[in-house]
């Protein structure tokens, strides 16, 4: 299918109760968050592993370290925090390490980014937010990082009581492309798929979003995937979530 043109809420989001946001790459800036992490990592578990584990590393999660980039559809675009643990022990395994060895390098060099500080909104949440709030339009969040750290990343943002409901990927449903989380925030907020609309950076989470039957799907260029990636799955791709409230 060929993708809509981008335009404004008039649009968009008419006939829309409810938008389902992706976090990382849709409503933050994905590489701010997640390169300094793979960065220091990296360090962190050569020192203690006493190996040359970069090109591992980014062959294994899917990062351009000369072009600080994750590559879309990768391991570190798409998948949780637990998931990406295991796929670093199985790193360090292949490297040369026993796997008790592994698990415990693991453990020694494993941190998780700081949500607040690294959290780099990608426009000014609060005005967007508070605009669809005015028009009657509910949000929420769904994403493959953990509750928590989502909630306070919003918070920290501004938007934390503007959003009502996340989804993170350690509340116990199918991750993306699976409907699961769309289907539960519906029912959780008593809006219809067939009036909700479902925004992301990513295949995964358009796809998610035409699995559960929602209304409109909207890609976003924020993140890691091009356009081209998109528009097999969107029926509207942005520059930016900001384009949700243009006027068309």
């Known amino acids: 299918m060929t993708a ?6 008039g649009d968009l989001l ?7 946001f992706d976090k ?11 390169t300094p992490w793979v960065l220091e990592l990296t360090r962190r578990l050569e020192a203690v592993a006493r190996l040359p584990l970069a090109p591992r590393i980014d062959a ?20 949780p925090m637990a998931d990406l643990r295991a796929a670093t022990v199985d790193v360090v395994e292949r490297a040369g390490l026993p796997r008790d060895a592994a698990e415990s390098a693991v453990d020694d060099a494993w941190f998780i980014p700081d949500p607040v500080a690294a959290a780099r909104a990608v426009t000014d949440l609060a005005a967007l937010f508070g605009s669809l709030r005015t028009h009657g339009i509910r949000t929420a969040v769904a994403t493959s990082d953990d509750h928590a750290p989502t909630a306070a990343t919003l918070q ?15 509340d116990g449903l199918a991750r993306k492309p699976a409907p699961d989380a769309v289907l539960h925030i519906c029912e959780l907020l008593g809006v219809p798929p067939a009036r909700t609309a479902v925004v992301g950076d990513s295949a995964a989470d358009l796809e998610m979003g035409r699995a559960a039957g929602a209304a409109r799907t909207i890609g976003v260029l924020t993140g890691v995937s091009a356009r081209s990636a998109l528009a097999p799955y969107a029926d509207a791709i ?10 068309p």
Do not use: K, Y
Request: glycine share 16%; no cysteine.
């Open 4 to 9: 809509a043109r981008p335009s404004g809420r």
């Open 60 to 79: 294994e999660l899917g990062f351009d370290r000369a072009g600080g980039r994750t590559i879309a559809g990768r391991p570190l675009a798409i998948l």
């Open 238 to 247: 942005l520059d930016s979530v900001a384009g949700l409230v243009d006027s």
């Open 156 to 170: 920290a943002l501004g938007v934390g009581d503007l959003v009502d409901a996340i989804v993170g990927a350690d």
């Open 14 to 20: 008419a006939g829309i109760e409810l938008v389902v």
């Open 24 to 34: 990382d790459g849709t409503l933050i800036d994905f590489d701010a968050m997640w």
